[in-house]
């Protein structure tokens, strides 16, 4: 019997059923709307210097403006991505200048100081202009993109040769292009840029790692993955089984090792709008109750390999959720900043889960260059484990939650601001993760076999106790 695996886009943080470690207890928590009507508190005008995001909050909603240093412009939250749909929904007053507003409850630490009035540089005018448009997409770099220094990109030189080759009547297609090769030396994929030019969608997207572009390039991406599943399923022990949506297995190997992978962090439920309470409340449920699943038959096993090594990422609160599961004391995991310089804005305390089993015995956590964002952050947190081993091969190197700058053409624009660090203060954008033991996961030849043969290999490492 063939399997399938369909992936969705979820490249968002939000919430956790965990500890959040920010002092001292905050303010109540409202709704920014009720009952359609606009909480009276959070009505005005407010700046988040970290995003550069002005909310215009007035009786009938939120509009956002981009306020970057060529232009402050206001843009739809009907962006192509997650990112650029989803509204902020909760409001907490800090001060009477300061707020904390969250796409859902406990989620994050985006900090809006109130205004009082919009900027005189902010207006709804049009812009059209290729030199505007161009000002506008490289200095929102130079004000929010992270990690010039780790990838070892000098941006002003980038923006100054690149300025020169901007025409009056440059076509759409040229500056495309242009901002394409601009982003190609960072080759950091959760900065993307998609546009649509006479009806024609385009992606520029670069830093994809090796296995996704060679793959995509032979056998195809959809092939590659039901070829791993099939030989993947039918080596696991009886009664292994793919839940979950499709995006979480679990079964035995060998009567005596546990084995789960996990394809996303998220998606695991269709009751609701993504984004929503319900849904975040059910996303987090259906993860622990997979893991109940699994955990119910793992009471024999002497050791537990936890599969990222297809993982594309997904939401921040099941990652922390996923690392619960593996603790028996708190751990401090990471912490999130978007200045160098700056202390964290915040620092996330992992309490281990106390409704269900938790696994303590020797766990093996596999990764490649496909692990990338929520799947780096849950290698990033449980690596600091006494019990947990690293394998496979390098992760890719993009943590950070992508910045949503909608360009005022209708472009859609997403770039990396938020630095994040384990609890030792290490940052592993850019480079990844190195694993403690090597496999030739995804290996170009053979592309599927390559994967359970890895598999086999570290298998034999547990049961010969040479790991």
């Known amino acids: 019997m063939r399997t399938s695996l369909v992936f969705s886009s979820l490249f968002f943080a939000l919430t956790a059923c965990t500890q959040v470690s920010l002092a001292p207890p905050e303010p109540e928590r409202h709704l920014i709307m ?27 909603g939120i509009t956002r403006w981009q306020d970057t240093p060529a232009a402050c412009y206001p843009t739809r939250q009907d962006g192509p991505t997650m990112m650029g ?11 009477a200048d300061t707020a904390k507003f969250e796409y859902l409850p406990s989620d994050g630490h985006a900090l809006f100081s109130r205004l009082e009035r919009m900027p005189d540089r902010c207006t709804d005018a049009q812009i059209t202009d290729p030199a505007a448009l161009f000002e506008i997409f490289a200095s929102a770099f130079q004000q929010h993109y992270a990690f010039f220094d780790v990838r070892g990109v000098d941006w002003s030189e980038i923006t100054s040769k690149s300025r020169k080759q901007i025409t009056p009547d440059m076509s759409e297609e040229d500056l495309l292009n242009l901002f394409a090769n601009m982003l190609k030396p960072l080759q950091d994929s959760h900065t993307k840029l998609i546009a649509t030019i006479d009806g024609t969608p385009h992606r520029i997207q670069f830093g994809l790692g090796e296995t996704l572009p060679k793959v995509r390039k032979s056998i195809g991406e959809s092939p590659w993955l039901v070829g791993i599943l099939d030989n993947l399923m039918a080596w696991l022990d009886k009664g292994a089984v793919q839940t979950g949506n499709e995006r979480f297995i679990h079964g035995t190997i060998n009567g005596h090792i546990g084995y789960i992978q996990i394809f996303t962090m998220g998606g695991f439920t269709t009751g609701h709008e993504a984004g929503t309470p319900e849904w975040e409340n059910d996303e987090i ?58 202390d964290p804005l915040i620092t996330y305390t992992i309490a281990p889960y106390s409704d269900g089993l938790v696994y303590t015995k020797p766990v093996y956590v596999i990764t490649s260059d496909v692990t990338v964002s929520g799947g780096e952050i ?24 992508p910045l949503a700058k909608p360009l005022p053409n209708g472009w859609y624009l997403e770039l990396s601001n938020e630095i994040f660090s384990s609890n030792d203060g290490t940052v592993y954008e850019g480079r990844g993760i190195e694993p403690e033991i090597t496999l030739p996961l995804f290996a170009e030849n053979p592309p599927i076999e390559s994967h359970l043969t890895s598999l086999k290999q570290l298998v034999s490492c547990i049961e010969d106790e040479t790991c």
């Open 34 to 60: 009720h009952n359609e009507t606009v909480l009276p508190a959070a009505l005005g005008i407010w700046r988040s210097q970290e995003s550069g995001w002005i909310l215009q909050i007035t009786p009938d």
């Open 85 to 95: 749909q989803i509204e902020y929904k909760y409001f907490t007053p800090l001060d």
């Open 285 to 342: 449920i259906a993860l622990h109750n997979l893991f109940d699943e699994a955990f119910a038959n793992f009471g024999d096993t002497d050791a537990l390999i936890l599969d990222l090594s297809n993982n594309r990422g997904g939401y921040d609160a099941i990652t922390r959720a996923i690392a619960s599961r593996f603790l028996d004391a708190p751990l401090e995991a990471y912490s999130v900043r978007t200045d160098w310089n700056e």
């Open 378 to 401: 849950t290698t990033m947190m449980l690596q600091q484990l006494p019990h947990v081993t690293l394998a496979g091969q390098r992760t890719r190197g993009a943590f950070s939650t």
